[in-house]
């Protein structure tokens, strides 16, 4: 038996990436997974790849920026398995460049998916999970919603927020019995920047100013459904990310430096002229 055995779990952005991750490691702890993606294609494949591995799964599309159909596939699984133990709300992605080259539509995209996204799962989840007594909300943030990340200022505005919603409802959801937690891992190997939208640079050049070693998917999920099992606050990985974490809250001003030094060396990498 794990703390995962039999518990119904319903993941975001399950198609690739972390989502993937996340629904083979549960898998493989005994949960019961719903597998969701835009790309229905996809969502299959992962809840296929479960299956296979001796788990329970299936897939739904599922566009996280509808509320009403977040509302729907939340229904169904509890109208299919009376309950739902875990919502995983992970479905996301990044527009990076400077902000002075980021247009509105990419805000207001990245706001829908990233941010409303949550909402729209916990607005669903939430109030089922405190009728029931019981039930985990996990939501993926990032380190950059804890110390933010030049030439990232859509998506660590969405995942600030991120934090400030898990951390709020985590203090109201506690005496329904309801456990809210907020990941926010360094840098894994997704696919993330496969599709984000880029300006001013390359996106090889973007990731070649990226210092840390990319943690592998599958590390990531695990230490995620530990803190899970564990009902931390915060599950922030791995040992840089606690590091840079701390230097953020001891000198805000040192990291400040820190990231002036990020602009310069992507200002010399620049593909267009800034556009003022």
Same mark, same amino acid.
């Given at each position: 038996?794990?703390?995962?055995?039999?518990?119904?779990?319903?993941?975001?952005?399950?198609?690739?990436?972390?989502?993937?991750?996340?629904?083979?490691?549960?898998?493989?702890?005994?949960?019961?997974?719903?597998?969701?993606?835009?790309?229905?294609?996809?969502?299959?494949?992962?809840?296929?790849?479960?299956?296979?591995?001796?788990?329970?799964?299936?897939?739904?599309?599922?566009?996280?920026?509808?509320?009403?159909?977040?509302?729907?596939?939340?229904?169904?699984?509890?109208?299919?398995?009376?309950?739902?133990?875990?919502?995983?709300?992970?479905?996301? @992605? /990044? +527009?990076? %460049?400077?902000? =002075?080259?980021?247009?509105?539509?990419?805000? !207001?995209?990245? &706001?829908? #998916? *990233?941010?409303?996204?949550?909402?729209?799962?916990?607005?669903?989840?939430?109030?089922?999970?405190?009728?029931?007594?019981?039930?985990?909300?996990?939501?993926?943030?990032?380190?950059?919603?804890?110390?933010?990340?030049?030439?990232?200022?859509?998506?660590?505005?969405?995942? @600030? /927020? +991120?934090? %400030?919603?898990? =951390?709020?409802?985590?203090?109201?959801?506690? !005496?329904?019995? &309801?456990? #809210? *937690?907020?990941?926010?891992?360094?840098?894994?190997?997704?696919?993330?920047?496969?599709?984000?939208?880029?300006?001013?640079?390359?996106?090889?050049?973007?990731?070649?100013?990226?210092?840390?070693?990319?943690?592998?998917?599958?590390?990531?999920?695990?230490?995620?459904?530990?803190?899970?099992?564990?009902?931390?606050?915060?599950?922030?990985?791995?040992?840089?990310? !606690?590091?840079?974490?701390?230097?953020?809250?001891?000198?805000?001003?040192?990291?400040?430096?820190?990231?002036?030094?990020?602009?310069?060396?992507?200002?010399?990498?620049?593909?267009?002229?800034?556009?003022?």
């Amino acid at each position: 038996m794990t703390p995962f055995t039999d518990k119904l779990a319903l993941v975001t952005g399950a198609g690739s990436g972390l989502g993937r991750a996340l629904c083979l490691a549960l898998g493989r702890e005994g949960g019961i997974v719903v597998a969701t993606d835009i790309d229905l294609h996809a969502a299959s494949d992962t809840a296929a790849a479960v299956v296979a591995a001796g788990g329970r799964a299936h897939a739904e599309a599922l566009d996280v920026t509808d509320a009403a159909a977040v509302s729907r596939a939340v229904d169904a699984v509890v109208k299919q398995h009376g309950r739902l133990d875990l919502l995983i709300n992970n479905a996301g @992605f /990044a +527009v990076a %460049g400077e902000a =002075l080259d980021i247009e509105l539509a990419h805000w !207001r995209r990245i &706001v829908e #998916v *990233n941010l409303m996204g949550v909402v729209h799962g916990t607005l669903a989840a939430y109030p089922l999970m405190a009728r029931q007594r019981g039930g985990c909300i996990v939501n993926i943030a990032s380190l950059a919603g804890l110390v933010g990340a030049p030439l990232m200022a859509p998506y660590a505005t969405t995942k @600030f /927020a +991120v934090v %400030g919603l898990t =951390l709020t409802l985590r203090a109201e959801a506690a !005496r329904h019995g &309801v456990a #809210v *937690n907020a990941v926010c891992p360094g840098f894994i190997e997704t696919r993330i920047f496969d599709a984000a939208t880029v300006t001013s640079v390359t996106k090889k050049d973007l990731l070649g100013l990226i210092p840390f070693k990319f943690i592998p998917a599958e590390e990531a999920a695990a230490r995620i459904l530990q803190g899970v099992a564990r009902n931390q606050a915060f599950i922030v990985f791995p040992f840089y990310a !606690r590091v840079l974490w701390w230097l953020y809250r001891l000198s805000p001003a040192l990291m400040a430096r820190i990231g002036s030094k990020a602009i310069a060396d992507a200002e010399k990498l620049r593909v267009r002229p800034v556009a003022l």
